[in-house]
């Protein structure tokens, strides 16, 4: 650990010395201008500088997108503290909880990426191309932002723009190639159609990745996947409106197809140099996200400004996989999903010598349809069928002994229950919320902050299940003294696969929750403060799907208490920022999921869970001029369940005191670039992640993921109007595992060192 801690601190400390044998810059006006760090956060529905938010919030801008050769959202969620992925690109963690859920249960986000105005789902956010390629900015916020986001942000909230269309002509066009094999294009651009008042902006993007695991069974790769990315934004401005008016229309495509079996056979040698699968059904997912969104700003005067927004989007999912991902014939499925998204939101800013503040309303509607499919092999209840037999046949004689001879001669025959299944479960969310959010300089040096939202939603949904046996049961005839015996048993396996049958018209359920947010804030100087905030953190309730009973089951809210102290503070002519945030959390009434013990399928979603959280960032940027800047930061998670019980189908197991999964205690990011005057560019930067459990439940222990490090490089030149780099993620091959699936010898894998080119032009 220590090994790994060193190298990342002093890759970015041998770039920062490297710089400090340039001159250092006198401290006078141009200098400040030169190397002030002045970066604005919009996802509090405000303008405000970094520096002046308390929320704890990790900001990447176009420049690091760039100069860190960042190609997707998850290339940032590696370089920011407190964050960590889950799976290969399938989800993320902020301070320890999962954006989906942390113990398996729930129905909404515990954490929402927005995309231009769009809340995606994170079933787009798992499987979409989230790629970098034309953004503004990502602004990743740590931390409840229930009181301006509503339900779905619990943990947080990711916060991405594209570029804005310009009063100004310009372009870029990007190829890259890379080996492992992966090829990019790219192009965006714009500018003016009637100067002053309509400009416009396009981008697309084409990412082909050949693959690095081999199917052995079939002969091909099953993680190769195509991406591409389209996207448009006008931009009006009428001069009839003397500048008062502003309205932005955002298009976007996003399509994406690739295998989706990523796990690797860990029971090969070298499986890190010899990446090998063995599923005899191919596994691929193909998406189709569309997003429109309509944002509009009318200011008033120089205090009053109304903003709408309306926002559209539809998500297409489908999904073939292997049930087992063995060679065998285990099974295979499809599932189909749709999802159409509307919202508006109506804000009525204020801006004030001493008092700001903002008032929203805010309507969301989310249609879904899932439909799902397959060829499922279930573990014949063996103990279950011996304890029926003597129950219903003892007094003829059927004793404990005689009843397993019996079951394990059917065993030899049926060890496992072919079942075909399909669901049909249609589900609509509505909310309506009304809030408002304001700072109030109430002393020369105290700033009150507050905010408060009424949250009512309602959920709904359906359940239409249809199961039967996939081939013939056993011939009693084949048995003989046992024949009367082995019918039983089959009407006892077919009375099992009946009772998942059914049609659930869902109840419709209404939420409505009050979420409070208080603070203060004190200002030691302009450059420097300390706040603390107190707020409460929310996720609604719903309905679960229990498979095996084939019942639609009701749960409720969860909430969370959060208090949280900011420091802020910019030294050396706002060169350089050093910020910090510690927080506590206190979780109750939250959603896990249970087995009620009938069969491994016979779950469903309780409050039965309670947990705190606790912990820190700290991040230090700084610009020393032109040509060098550098940061770091730290974070530091601890979570617990204090209650988490859980049904393995024979008895109950308690986990309070276990951590949530993918919760790494703590993570370092560094980074330096450095700009020559011939041209010359270098950019290195490094993540650090402790060791964490890769799942949460009995066998916690036996999938732990390792302590990791990767170092990352990009090298090149720029000259006018093109640039030229070679770059190399994971530079020393770090090898590291994301999800250990113990008991089936699977494991997904960190991607090995990858080595590639740009050619890059601006005009």
């Known amino acids: ?85 889950v799976g290969d690109g399938s989800g993320f963690t902020i301070r320890g ?63 991405m723009r594209s570029q804005d269309p310009t009063w100004y002509w310009d372009g870029k066009a990007r190829v890259s190639y890379t080996d492992p094999a992966s090829r990019t294009f790219a192009i965006a651009g714009g500018g003016p159609i009637i100067e002053d008042q309509v400009a416009f902006r396009l981008s697309a993007e084409d990412h082909h990745v050949d693959g690095i695991i081999r199917n052995e069974t079939r002969g091909d790769r099953s993680d190769r996947t195509d991406d591409q990315v389209l996207r448009g934004k006008l931009l009006f401005k009428p001069k009839a409106f003397d500048d008062r008016l502003e309205v932005l229309l955002t298009a976007s495509s996003n399509r994406h197809s690739g295998g989706d079996n990523l796990y690797v056979s860990t029971d090969v040698p070298d499986y890190f140099d ?42 297409k999912y489908n999904y073939i996989y292997d049930t087992d991902r063995t060679a065998a014939d285990g099974g295979s499925g499809e599932f189909h999903e749709t999802q159409a998204t509307r919202s508006q939101e109506v804000r009525l800013n204020y801006i004030g010598d001493r008092l700001n503040g903002l008032f929203g309303l805010y309507h969301f509607d989310r249609d879904i349809d899932d439909d799902g499919q397959g060829l499922t092999q279930v573990q014949l209840p063996a103990a279950t069928l011996s304890s029926l037999l003597v129950y219903y046949y003892g ?50 040096r105290w700033t009150l902050n507050a905010g408060l939202r009424y949250d009512r939603e309602t959920y709904k949904i359906d359940v239409v299940q249809t199961t ?37 018209p869902g109840e419709p359920r209404t939420f409505t929750a009050w979420l409070p947010k208080l603070g203060v804030k004190y200002d030691f100087t302009p450059d420097m403060s300390l706040g603390f905030t107190a707020q409460r953190g929310y996720r ?75 912990g820190f960032e700290v991040e230090l940027a700084q610009r020393v001029n032109s040509h060098f800047n550098w940061y770091a930061s730290v974070g530091n998670s601890h979570s617990r369940f204090d209650e988490f019980v859980v049904n393995t189908g024979t008895t109950d197991v308690d986990l309070s005191g276990s951590s949530f999964a993918n919760a790494p205690e703590w993570s370092l990011t560094s980074g330096a670039t450095w700009r020559f005057s011939n041209g010359v560019f270098a950019d290195m930067n490094g993540s650090y992640r402790t060791e964490s459990f890769g799942g949460t439940g009995v066998n916690q222990a036996d999938d732990i993921n390792k302590a990791r490090t990767l170092i990352n490089t990009k090298i090149g030149y720029e000259q006018g109007h093109w640039q030229a780099y070679v770059f190399a993620n994971n530079l020393f091959d770090q090898r590291y595992t994301i999800y250990n699936w113990t008991s089936e010898h699977m494991a997904m894998l960190g991607a090995p060192r990858t080595v590639g080119v740009i050619l890059q032009a601006k005009f």
């Open 468 to 504: 039967s046996l996939a081939g013939d049961y056993p011939d009693p005839a084949n048995f003989g003294a046992y024949g009367p015996y082995i019918e039983a048993i089959n009407q006892m396996v077919a009375a099992q696969i009946a009772q998942a049958n059914g049609t659930t």
């Open 1 to 85: 650990m220590k090994k790994s801690l060193l190298i990342a601190v002093g890759c970015g400390a041998l770039i920062a010395g490297i710089a400090k044998a340039d001159e250092a810059p006198s401290p006078d006006v141009a200098v400040k201008e030169e190397t002030t760090i002045e970066v604005v956060v919009t996802g509090e529905k405000v303008r405000r500088s970094l520096q002046k938010t308390q929320s704890s919030v990790a900001v990447t801008t176009a420049k690091k997108i760039e100069d860190e050769n960042i190609q997707n959202f998850y290339d940032i969620v590696r370089r920011t503290a407190n964050m960590n992925e």
């Open 97 to 159: 909880i999962n954006n989906q859920n942390v113990s398996g249960g729930g129905a909404g986000e515990l954490a929402t990426v927005y995309f231009d105005g769009t809340a995606l789902n994170s079933q787009a956010v798992s499987t979409s191309a989230l790629e970098t390629w034309d953004l503004a900015q990502v602004e990743i916020f740590r931390g409840p932002q229930s009181t301006l986001q509503g339900r779905n942000a619990l943990a947080g909230a990711v916060i």
């Open 395 to 444: 007094p003829y004689g059927m004793t404990a002994p005689l009843a397993d001879q019996v079951v394990n001669a059917y065993a030899q025959v049926m060890p496992t229950v072919p079942v075909n299944n399909r669901r049909l479960s249609p589900s609509n969310v509505e909310t309506q919320a009304a809030f408002f959010d304001g700072s109030w300089q109430f002393l020369p």
């Open 540 to 614: 609604s309730g719903g309905s679960t799907i229990n498979i095996a009973r084939s019942i639609v089951v009701p749960y409720d809210p969860e909430y969370t208490d959060n208090y949280e102290f900011a420091w802020r503070s910019a030294w050396f002519n706002h060169s350089l920022t050093l910020n910090a945030n510690a927080y506590y959390i206190n979780w109750t009434e939250q959603q896990v999921n249970v087995n009620l013990g009938l069969n491994t399928y016979d779950y469903q979603v309780v409050n039965a869970g309670k947990s705190h959280l606790y």
């Open 274 to 315: 010899h990446r090998v699968n063995y599923a005899n059904e191919p596994s691929i997912t193909w998406t189709n996200l569309g997003i429109f969104t309509i944002e509009s700003k009318y200011r008033f005067n120089d205090h009053w400004t109304l903003t709408p927004v309306f926002s559209w989007s539809n998500y």
